[in-house]
């Protein structure tokens, strides 16, 4: 079996603090995405990253594909209460159309 | 936001009661899917389609059954309900993007609570 693990399982930190969270495997994707989830709504997309060390940055959040795409890194910048919430890496497999998740970053900012 | 609606959002059942859980999708998407979420296990697949009719298993399908006569609806069926069936379950859709790339759009979920 595939797996993906994140790393840490929970975060809580204070307003304006840096943040990274790390998500692993020993296979390689073709993509990886990473999602957010609200209490009580489903996953929310935030990017996808395709190529071997990619770099995406999305407002305050940088996303970086790994060189041999088998890991991935979600670095938050000057972290604020609305970034709270449960943070999921998803990797693509080769061949497409199924995809397995890690087990989610908790990630708690206090005013 | 993707046209995604699951029905019911909670449900309560007793042990052995047969429950249905219905994803309707108005985008047209060709795959569909249902996950459940566990705390410490994240988002596991429990069965996909990729066309109407045509569906296969994922990592969790014993005791589920799903069927989708329509492009629009995933349905997926609890035969006999289990304790260990309590849990959240989401609907997902994805089409076709660049190569390397199916990211999936999920539904507001179902709470089911068997007891």
Known sequence: TQLLEQSPQFLSIQEGENLTVYCNSSSVFSSLQWYRQEPGEGPVLLVTVVTGGEVKKLKRLTFQFGDARKD????????????????LCAGERPGGFKTIFGAGTRLFVKA | DAGITQSPRHKVTETGTPVTLRCHQTENHRYMYWYRQDPGHGLRLIHYSYGVKDTDK??????????????????????????????????????????????????????????
Do not use: M, N
């Open chain 2, 58 to 115: 994922g990592e969790v399908s014993d005791g589920y059954s799903v069927s989708r006569s329509k492009t629009e609806d995933f349905l997926l069926t609890l035969e006999s309900a289990t304790s260990s069936q309590t849990s959240v379950y989401f609907c997902a859709i994805s089409e076709s993007q660049a190569v390397g790339s199916y990211e999936q759009y999920f539904g507001p979920g179902t709470r089911l609570t068997v007891t």
């Open chain 1, 72 to 87: 991935s890194s979600l670095h938050i910048t000057a972290a604020q209460p609305g970034d709270t919430g449960l943070y």
